[in-house]
């Protein structure tokens, strides 16, 4: 039996996840749930899940949680704060941690669970983004192991050989090529951009996803994330990482060996099957999912990502070039600027730039220690405000209040 700790439980992938653990009663037994601020869709989920701790990160809401268990007789333990996602991420209860919070949230719970020798289901792309070097150097002294929970590096994971250690060199891999949807924009001119509102950024073609992921879909910053993810997951050079759109998300990855295979992973858009996978590794088991029928899809179609229209992207392989804590401010002004535009405060071209004079403005330096980390996230985070408020014309903060509470 895999006792399962699922940060994010609230969320898209939580949902997923939580799906495919259902199905498999025998399998899997949940030890912790923990949200940000769903206290009463938390609560329902331990009532289905009778999980040992729930923790609410927005210490605000740890009386309603509390109530709410209480109200249903559940004899799950209440926490509340983000020291208690670090707690439930390393709690010995479990021996598999979800990592499935949004953002640099996540960042703690996530070398929490490393550290601790946890066997790590990553969603959290941002926590891999912003500090690499220190997730691998926690999984190291932890001695667990990382499975990758974002669909085109599960389909990168699944491509390489059995036993791959971030060492391409020795497994005769080439080259990584990453598909990417193109997003709800995909098509759109440089005008229609200046007008995209929230809600059509929002609307993913092919995948349901949280609202902060879909908006980095909609610019291609998620595609750009994923390269720096692969470059750390995988130890491949940005230069050996590309990016292909592929409008159908049918195949989601592909792994090039020096001998001239292509090796992909296909499969229907739905992340059920990478949870499923991660879930039962080295096994397979059902996930519930609609299974893909390539007569009924008819084509798969590939074309080059047009990198004028979504810098996003080419600020990301820049960022990871630069190597240090450039890739921590470049997540850091994005974060900003997507909940700005979430917000409807800033235009979706915006974005881009305002990721582009945050990087410009802060001097990076190396990569330390998670205290310089979280310094140097803070920090990005103030210069990007303050280039949202210059760009929007209202201060960053007053456009930010949904989440005020996790600062
Ligand atoms: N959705 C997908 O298909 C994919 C997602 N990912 C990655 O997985 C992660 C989660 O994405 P997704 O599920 O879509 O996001 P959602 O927005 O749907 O869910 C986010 C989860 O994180 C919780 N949360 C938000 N802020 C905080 C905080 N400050 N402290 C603690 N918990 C918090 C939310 O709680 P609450 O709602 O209660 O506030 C919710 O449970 C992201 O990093 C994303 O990039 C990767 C590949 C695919
Ligand atoms: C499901 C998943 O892994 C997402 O990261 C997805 O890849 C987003 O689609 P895009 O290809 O549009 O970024
Ligand atoms: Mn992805």
């Known amino acids: 039996m895999k006792r399962i700790a699922l940060l994010g439980a609230t969320g898209s992938i939580g949902t997923s996840a939580l799906d495919v653990i259902a199905r498999h009663p025998g399998r899997f037994a949940v030890q912790a749930l923990t949200a940000g601020t769903q206290v009463d869709a938390l609560v329902e989920l331990c009532r289905r899940f009778r999980p040992r701790y729930a923790v609410i990160a927005d210490a605000a809401r740890a009386v309603d949680l509390a109530a709410g268990l209480a109200r249903h007789g559940l004899d799950t333990e209440a ?9 439930v991420a390393a709690d010995t209860g479990a021996d598999t941690v979800i990592a499935a919070i949004v953002g640099a949230a996540g960042l703690s719970s996530t070398l929490a669970a490393a550290e601790a020798g946890k066997t790590l289901l990553l969603a959290n792309k941002e926590a891999v983004v912003m500090a690499g070097p220190l997730l691998f150097a926690a999984l190291a002294r932890g001695g667990g192991r990382l499975l990758p929970v974002d669909s085109e590096h599960n389909a990168i994971f699944q491509c390489l050989p059995n036993g791959y250690d971030r060492d391409p060199g020795a497994a005769g891999v080439q080259r990584l090529v990453l598909t990417a949807s193109g997003g709800p924009f995909r098509d759109w001119s440089a005008g ?3 007008q995209a509102t929230p809600e059509q950024a929002c609307a993913h073609p092919n995948w349901r996803m949280g609202r902060k992921i ?3 879909s909609a610019t291609l910053m998620n595609k750009g994330l994923e390269v720096i993810e692969a470059h750390w997951l995988f130890g491949m050079p940005a230069e050996r990482i590309d990016v292909l759109v592929h409008p159908q998300s049918l195949v989601h990855s592909l792994v090039e060996y020096v001998d001239g295979s292509l090796l992909a992973q296909l499969g229907s858009p739905d992340m059920r099957t990478v949870l499923a996978h991660a879930l039962a590794w080295p096994e397979r088991i059902d996930a519930g999912v609609e299974r893909l029928d390539l007569l009924k899809a008819g084509r798969l179609d590939f074309q080059a990502p047009d990198r004028a229209r979504f810098p996003c992207l080419d600020l990301a392989y820049a960022a990871l070039q630069a190597g240090g804590g450039a890739s ?5 002004a994005n974060e900003v600027a997507v909940e700005v535009f979430l917000a409807g405060r ?9 990721v582009a004079d945050t990087l410009a403005a802060v001097d990076a330096g ?13 920090r990005a985070r103030r210069v990007a405000e303050r280039e949202t408020a210059r760009r929007s ?5 007053a456009a930010m209040d ?3 509470w996790a600062r």
């Open 393 to 397: 014309g209202v201060p960053a903060t």
């Open 214 to 216: 879909s908006v980095d």
């Open 402 to 404: 949904r989440t005020a």
């Open 192 to 194: 229609q951009l200046a």
């Open 79 to 87: 926490l509340a704060g983000p020291g208690a996602l670090d707690f």
């Open 328 to 332: 921590c401010v470049l997540n850091a």
């Open 366 to 378: 190396p990569i330390q220690d998670l205290p310089a980390i979280l310094e140097l996230d803070a």
């Open 346 to 354: 800033l235009s979706f071209p915006d974005i881009a730039a305002v």
